[in-house]
C-alpha cells in the first residue's frame, strides 16, 4: 500500500531564513507524482509545487524547491528566504492513477 | 471563474440528523473529490466522481453517500450524523485525474455533530 509520511510536526524558521521539510513515500511504482500543499490559517489548500517522478531534474518555483530522491523515496521542501505569510500547513501528496494520497503534514512557524 | 464552491461553511449537527454538503465548480474539470481533514491529519479521500453519473468509494467511504447528475456539482449526503463525522470536509476538481494535474481545492466545510 502507498504511504506517505511526514516526520516533523511542527517545525520553526526565522524570518529570511531556509527550511527544509522532509517527505517519505513508499510505493512500488515506477510512474507516478508529487506535490506539495500549502493550508493557511484561511483552510484553503493551495499547490505550491509539483514534480513528475520520471524527471530527475528537481522542480522550482520561486522560493519552494525540492530535493527529489527517487531511489530513497523522498521528497522535500526547501522553503528559501522564509516570510511571515509562509507559515501554515505542509502536505506532501503522492498521486498515482486517480489516487492520490497525503501525508499528516508539517506545520511551519515563521519567527519574526 | 469562482473555482470550487462549498456550502455550508460551518454547520452543527445533532446525532441522527442528517444534511448534504454543496459543492459546484465551474471549470468543466470532469473529475471531482470528497475528503475529510481530521485534526491534525492530511486529507482522507471518502468519494470521487470521474464523471457526471459515475461515482466511486474512496478511502472512508462510510456513513456518506454522493451523487453526480451533472459535470457541476457533486453533493455529499450525511444519513445519521455521527460524532465521529465531525471534521473539516473538502471538495476539489481536477481536469483530468492523473499526471500533473493538480486538484483545485474548495474552502472547506467545518461540520460538529453533538
Known amino acids: 500500500a502507498q504511504t506517505v509520511t511526514q516526520s516533523q510536526p511542527e517545525m520553526s524558521v526565522q524570518e529570511a531564513e531556509t527550511v527544509t521539510l522532509s517527505c517519505t513515500y513508499d510505493?512500488?511504482?515506477?510512474?507516478?507524482?508529487l506535490f506539495w500543499y500549502k493550508q493557511p490559517p484561511s483552510r484553503q489548500m493551495i499547490l505550491v509545487i509539483r514534480q513528475e517522478a520520471y524527471k530527475q531534474q528537481n522542480a522550482t518555483e520561486n522560493r519552494f524547491s525540492v530535493n527529489f530522491q527517487k531511489a530513497a523515496k523522498s521528497f522535500s521542501l526547501k522553503i528559501s528566504d522564509s516570510q511571515l505569510g509562509d507559515a501554515a500547513m505542509y502536505f506532501c501528496a503522492y498521486r498515482i492513477d486517480d489516487k492520490i494520497i497525503f501525508g499528516k503534514g508539517t506545520r511551519l512557524h515563521i519567527l519574526p | 471563474n469562482a473555482g470550487v464552491t462549498q456550502t455550508p461553511k460551518f454547520r452543527i449537527l445533532k446525532i441522527g440528523q442528517s444534511m448534504t454538503l454543496q459543492c459546484t465548480q465551474d471549470m468543466n474539470h470532469n473529475y471531482m473529490y470528497w475528503y475529510r481533514q481530521d485534526p491534525g491529519m492530511g486529507l482522507k479521500l471518502i468519494y470521487y466522481?470521474?464523471?457526471?453519473?459515475?461515482?466511486d468509494k474512496g478511502e472512508v467511504p462510510n456513513g456518506y453517500n454522493v451523487s453526480r447528475s451533472t459535470t457541476e456539482d457533486f453533493p455529499l449526503r450525511l444519513e445519521l450524523a455521527a460524532p465521529s463525522q465531525t471534521s473539516v470536509y473538502f471538495c476539489?476538481?481536477?481536469?483530468?485525474?492523473?499526471?500533473?494535474?493538480?486538484?483545485?481545492f474548495g474552502p472547506g466545510t467545518r461540520l460538529t455533530v453533538t
Open positions: 510505493t512500488s511504482e515506477s510512474d507516478y507524482y
Open positions: 466522481s470521474v464523471g457526471a453519473g459515475i461515482t
Open positions: 476539489a476538481s481536477s481536469y483530468l485525474a492523473s499526471g500533473m494535474y493538480e486538484q483545485y
